[in-house]
């Protein structure tokens, strides 16, 4: 029996899956026999994984984790044909607390590369440990520029991409200025400079005092109402912000219950995933979000995901948070397989190179050559009910971003 809360589309998405999982059982996927035949022996690796499990993103980091875990729990718990222990760590608020966790990692349990990392803050402190150690990082929250990403891959997207692809969207459709948050920090700055470079470009307006968005404290800042109360009186059409975790929850339901409930929300499609949606409830309702994922995006490989997702998670819908750990765990596979039977973190690094297309839940996209993010398609998204429950409903294409 699906649960009450799998939204009726999710259901035809993992009634496919189940059917297609059911149609391969007992025999191995042609990727797993390549994998496996990749390695004359099981020689068991160390894979490390650094993630939010406290602090102001810990609403991020189990996803982040469990998709990653859901992989291997569907691969007989192997990569490229080697048994994987998994090394937990937790990266708190980011930055210097994950510099000990990485150092253990490198130094003392010798990983064959480091998945996951939430934070920006945490991709420029750990990152340059690993790229002198000669380890790659398979990373799976946003991607700030870095100086040297030889030894970074990157599954979820450039920092600027999710305002990016909204940016000419909200231009043509807001039909006037456009009042913008974000969170100040790294990532936030990021986030918004995407927004607003786009946005500005197709010609919208900013309408913060000054034409320039509005940064609140981080982590600090709980309570939004003193900033939404400016809102209503600029005339702005809409509201653009990014925020993540508790800061996520807490800025939906302070303008859920503000005067500028009527303002129409849009954001960067984090503000509603996975735990945030669930907290904020029908305080999201309407929300529209630029993401790079949906749950229901037709494909075998979506319906693969979906349906292990929702089995194994009480029916509740996937994240992409938890997609871009399954496609980190995924690439690994990939590449430690070509890696050989004796695999090392620099011949996994240039497996990683040399992929080409990546057959994923979001649709086939591939690394760039340069940054090493992907090079993908953004979906418009609305948190309506679909179903008995709300969920990140796609009702379009935004653009194809990533170089």
């Known amino acids: 029996m699906f649960s009450s809360r799998v939204s009726a589309r999710l259901r035809v998405v993992v009634a496919l899956g189940a059917a297609t999982a059911l149609a391969a ?85 010798k990983v064959l590369a480091i998945a996951g990392i939430v934070a920006t803050p945490t991709i420029n ?105 400016k809102v209503k009186a600029t005339g702005a059409k809409a509201i653009y ?18 005067d500028a409930k009527d303002v129409p929300l849009y954001a960067a499609g984090f503000i509603t995933e996975g735990g945030a949606l669930k907290a904020e409830g029908s305080s999201a309702d309407g929300i529209i979000t630029s993401m790079n994922y949906s749950p229901d995006i037709s494909s075998a490989a979506n319906r693969e995901f979906v349906s292990a997702w929702t089995q194994a998670h009480a029916g509740e819908q996937p994240p992409a948070t938890a997609m871009y750990s399954w496609d980190a765990a995924s690439v690994l596979d990939q590449a430690i397989a070509k890696a050989g039977p004796d695999p090392t973190p620099q011949k996994v690094n240039e497996a990683i190179k040399a992929l080409g297309q990546i057959d994923s839940p979001r649709g086939t996209w591939q690394l760039s050559p340069d940054t090493h993010v992907p090079v993908q398609k953004w979906y418009l998204r609305k948190v309506e009910m679909d179903g008995t429950a709300l969920a990140n409903v796609k009702i379009g294409d935004l653009a194809t971003l990533g170089s």
Request: proline fraction near 6%; include cysteine; glycine fraction near 14%.
């Open 25 to 109: 059982a007992g025999c191995s996927s042609g990727k797993s026999g390549k994998t496996a035949a990749a390695a004359k022996s099981d020689s068991p690796i160390t894979i490390g994984l650094i993630t939010a499990l406290s602090g102001s993103n810990k609403a991020l980091g189990p996803d982040h984790l469990n998709g990653f875990k859901l992989y291997l729990a569907t691969h007989n718990n192997q990569l490229g044909g080697h048994t994987v222990n998994l090394d937990v760590g937790d990266e708190g608020d980011g930055g210097a607390a994950a510099v000990p966790v990485a150092n253990k990692m490198l130094k003392e349990d």
């Open 125 to 229: 402190a750990v990152v340059p440990l690993a790229t002198a150690a000669g380890v790659p990082v398979v990373n799976t929250g946003g991607r700030p520029t870095v100086k040297d990403a030889s030894h970074l891959w990157t599954m979820s997207f450039m920092s600027t991409d999710p305002g990016g692809a909204m940016g000419p969207y909200l231009a043509q459709n807001a039909g006037g200025p456009v009042y913008v948050f974000g969170p100040d920090y790294q990532g936030g700055w990021d986030q918004i400079r995407g927004f607003t470079e786009s946005f500005t470009k197709a010609g919208g307006k900013l309408a913060n005092d000054g034409g320039k968005a509005t940064f609140t404290p981080f982590p600090a800042t709980q309570d939004f109402t003193p900033f939404l109360s």
């Open 241 to 258: 912000c990014f925020y993540t975790g508790s800061s996520a929850i807490a800025f939906v339901k302070n303008w859920a219950q503000s």
